[in-house]
């Protein structure tokens, strides 16, 4: 198994990766600390690391490359917005974007940055704030690596799906089209945009955008009708892909559930763990 960047790579394997274990600290008490004495062996050989020490960056004295390849190396794994757009002149645009993610449920809302380099917005972006529709459709492995070929640096108004190998689907409340080869798809319209600039500074090296769900389409096969409302989607079958850092791509592996707590927890029991915690954390290293 490779685990360094330097490591021969063996083959994809296809098979689901998939499955439930238990939790990691499947023993963990309330206020119980996370140090050498538990609650797991994991916990206690993380808790080794706090003997070097910490690294610290001060992000206005580095260069914004710098931040840039260490934050997406930090913030993982990020869920990628396949974004499916189209100019106001009617051009299709499909590019993928990590910096994404689920905002609210009520009105279902999610949230798609796109970042701007000194001469040329992103095309999303331009086609959002202009025609404020597109789509956001989730990736799987089988067709990764037409996402990726998405994401080449193309001059404006040139169309990604030809040489993606990718389909379009018919949209039902938007124009811009879904990825056919999508199991769970998004139509959205514009809710708000905000463009954002460095302290100090009036250019624009960002945009926000808030995008409203309008409907959402889930591939039959991936999809579990649990009598549970509308119900939900099996992450096994799903086979959807994150984003690391540099150019590495990361597959759902093992899932774990730990229950939350119902009701409201004791003045007492807060206490009670605070003093573990207080106990636990004399003689700790600094």
Known sequence: MATTRDAPRADFNPEPAFQYTLPPNKDWKVGQPFNEDGPSALAAEWAKGYEGGWQTFETGNEKPADI?????????????????????SGTPNLAPFSYFSMVCHNPPLVSVSFTHGPTRHKDSSINIRETKQFTVNIISEPWVEGANWCSTDAPYETEEWVGSGLTKAESTFVKPARVKESAFSMECELFSLQDISPPGSNTVTGTLVLGHVKAIHVRKDVWVNDGKGIGMVDPVKLR???????????????????????????????????????????????
């Open 240 to 286: 959807a892909i994150s984003r690391m850092g540099g150019t590495t791509y990361g597959r759902v592996g093992e899932g774990f559930e730990i229950p939350r707590l119902s009701g409201m927890i004791s003045r007492k029991t807060l206490q009670k763990s605070r003093r573990k915690s207080r106990h636990a954390s004399v003689g700790s290293p600094t």
């Open 68 to 88: 840039y390849r260490l934050m997406i190396s930090g913030i993982i794994p990020r869920p990628i917005a396949f974004v499916s757009s189209l100019s106001a």
